[in-house]
């Protein structure tokens, strides 16, 4: 049975993200895009690479007939997303790919992202989109919430140990090195070309990136405790990728183990052996997530280094890996892209 | 049916880009991977994007069982890449992705390479391998030369206007602009990230390219006569694409409609309306290949442009499409993949 | 004696680069900087590179004494310029970067920006800033005008060229390169590092780029009759540089012999040996012009190759140059950096 | 006076980086230039950024005569660099860029090094050369020893915290981003701009960098006990830059106020703000160091962010800075550059 998707912000990365997947579904067909701002141009105006491919041109979300649609893909801001999913259909399956449902509390939300939220009773319903985590619950999901890439990364590489009190929970440092694509396609004096190639920076140092929201929830409910963690972002000149160095102090061979029995099963994550170290490079264009474990010499800590692309597993990958779920699909229809390298 | 497939020459990035391909392609398996240099190593290991693949360990090309064996690709430098083949089995198809079989004159070749030809029997019977001009010949094929990565650019531009007659023979440049992969995985100074990012030069100028060899051979059998472009690559900083800018003088709207009526039926060559320009940003990482026309403001001469990824439709692809041919598969099959962008 | 200099339009890159230079300048002192959208701002906001100069604060144009000016350099769009210009004391010297005051015929002016001229008197007066070329006018002109960097590029090839009859004036092309800088701090989609980098594409195709306007009046003028170049500009993924491959017919010894007696005395441009090609990275950061001839297989034919940096010779090091002249400074004053490579 | 300079090792980056900056110098003339892999080539040969250069043609170090020089600067690799020094007249002044001096302990080279230092004598004379520390020493200096470049960048940072007692000696974390200049012109794999360029990785994770033996050696000295850090290098996909993430415990305004403190004489580093952080794209091609403290929202930890040019601070700039000591210029000559940016 083929599924009818739409996608209502068709004009940004994570929306051509999505469509480059599931353009390789062999049970999803595109029926509407949306993408406000440019309603009435072609998918191969706002998009090139996608040239080749037989797309709907792009409307307003306004215009979508909801009642063919199976699942809707929403890849708008936060804030504008929560604004226009309220007003969507109440049975209609939607996979929310902003920020706007990650958050359970809405205090929280509002601590986060500035505003009061506009949906409480959708938030109070929304599934957090961390797949291999909520997996059950995303199947019977009407309302999946994707999760931040950053809090992706670091959710992998933590979860295990936090879960498995293999690591002293007062004393984690992620060190995160994120491409540029994660910004979105907005036009920022920082993201120009001229700006960013050939150099890099650390940005909302001292924790206070977004993101660290979705790490103090998840964590703190996964430890019976408040849990915080340091988490220092940096834009790399790259255009996919995140690589999280991760600092904890406990028994390294003991971490990888634990990390390597919890994802014995996973088809997207790979725990390296013991003492090897991913990279960017070959998860890209992707959904895999690899992991590496290190001793340090000073007994007692270990690095773990995770990687994945901050597109793909990051962000519209994770999306179509639940909508697979919420689909009753094949987990992996539509993701086994090899990754591109070179 | 499922065909059996080896691939000698693993190790370089046309056999990781075909690996990369076949890993989604519905009806083949990788039976075998030889690499001499890195023998007993793991894929893994040489290429770690590729780790969540089922794959064989390398082994050396004698190794290889080929009674076992539907297809070979063979991926080694010219000149190894003869004296390879012609130990095989003679009954076996064969894909060669180096310049050893292009040429069919071994005069040719040795003006070219340099050195005499050690399997001139078997240059007479390979078919040269740009899929979209010699399709027929390539499903009958035992041997397929897989074409140079700048010769199928600029023959994908060139050729229909050659053949139509639409253009000056003698005034035909081709300015293009190389992406680094296709120098492949070898140790050289100018290669290196620190000499080639954030600048670009001319190589190989003067038509000494080894792949004007091609354009030789190909444009003066369509012509009729000799006919010489003038060929000048250059060394971009980006790892894969090729942009040809083609300089012809002839009616800039004939010669677009003759590239249009060319390549209406190719599932894979999308040539733009008049007066748009591709972008090798819009094809990085698939088999696609896109061509713009403009006019010049200078009447009676136009600008071709052609873009295509000198890894995929440039060589891995074009060998996955001529090895779908020659197996009686789709012709498409496991070349769908959707450009990577960003 | 120190010369008093200021900047209109000092936070964009030109007038960065201006003050990179002038900061190791030993007779010139930066009195203003005025960038009107950013005036209050101080440059180590808006420049963090230059944060440990002691610079003035950024102001309006209209706030600076310009009785205490020596020279100003004026950094502004075209068309902006020239309303600050018209508005400033006649008396004082100015060295415009802008591109209102390249062409001296107002009907030009027109053709290729679109507007009417608002100040075609002082369009008259100024003198056409390619150094090599107008250095007497340039030494007792108040107004001078730096030419388009792509400008600049094309007529260091050609100017020997055509001004020595050695090549055909009806069959040049000039297929160029240009990093993004040349862009400007401009906001485009275009110009961000997720859609430049590890890709590029020609623009402005078919003789539509506005530098052309300077090709057709200089080389026109030259040669005492009009002559037309077909010019295809290429955005390339870097920062810095242009190269333009140029095609011409004619003896390629005599092409080199005469390019290398034009500048035998010049101390910014270097001509290669015969049959050398130069790169972009050689001359990055610097005031530096290299170019190499090679000739081509078929007799008559010459590949003539040029690189600068664009934002230093081909902007503001020319602007220096030229300032250097009309105060009786030493040419090369603030200008022998070396490239900056790797 | 003009003081006659030789450069041994002038074949790779940090050679021609001297080269780049004594070109500027008032009072140094390069007399000498030795590379005995390129001996008899022209610098316009081996790097074509210095042609426009009046330099000496390449000689093998043997071949000089060292009578004629007043200071040697020797940018060979670790181990050969021990072995030409202990060869060099024993009266001249020597500033060494390997990493063969920088250790006092004959037993701490071995360790890191992995073999028996060969000029012991000479270990226990050389001066450490990390110049803001060791200013009045290296002045009186024969030889003296450049610093790791990485070492450099966490000393910068790390130094006046650990002497002031301000921040947790065991809870130190280096995070550092490394560009790959610092790897030198060596032909490996992972150097290639196809397997760099849009990637990252970890690399000598858990604390086995060489450089790591410089931090255990000077910080244990200032310290009076032993102090390890944790030092973890990425390599980044750009040319010149290292930024080191730095993870402290301490009171965050104690921490930037005791940095401002320290460096406010100092004309090539600068403090910013507290809260703001600095970037690698604005040191760039200079001799800079820019370093930023921002608190984190845990009470009583701080994360201290330090950039600088590894080819320049971090290797040839220095090297520079203490020749000026050691010859009596003054100790910025050649070192004003202004960073490269864009």
Redesign the interface.
Known sequence: MTHKIAIIGASG?TG?EL??LI??HPNMEIAALAANSKAGQSMAQV???????DLPDLVTWEQIDFSQIDLCFCALPHKTSQEVIRELPKTMKIVDLSADFRLRDPADYTKWYGNAHGAVEMQKEAVYGLTEFYREDIAKARLVAGTGCNAATGQFILRPLVAGAVIDLDEI?L?M?CA??GAG?S???N?????????????A????HRH?GEFDQEFSALAGRPV?V?F?P?L??????I?A?T?VKGDPQAICATLQKAYADE??I?VLPF?E??????????N?V?IGV?????PG?A?V?G?LDN?TKGSSGQALQNANLMLGEDETAGL???????
């Open positions: 990365y051509a469509i480059r353009a390789t998009f090139p690479h996608l040239r080749h491919l440092i060190d090195k540029v694509s396609r036009l920022k004096e993201l120009l070309h001229a700006e960013l190639s050939e150099g890099y920076n650390a940005y140092v001292g924790g206070t660290q915080q340091q220092t940096h790399m000149p790259a255009n996919r990728g690589l160095t600092y088809p997207f790979e003492g170290t991913p990279s960017t490079h070959h998860v890209r264009g992707s895999f690899h290190t001793g340090d010499r000073i800590r690095t280094v990687v597109l086994m892209l090899v990754p591109c390298f070179p």
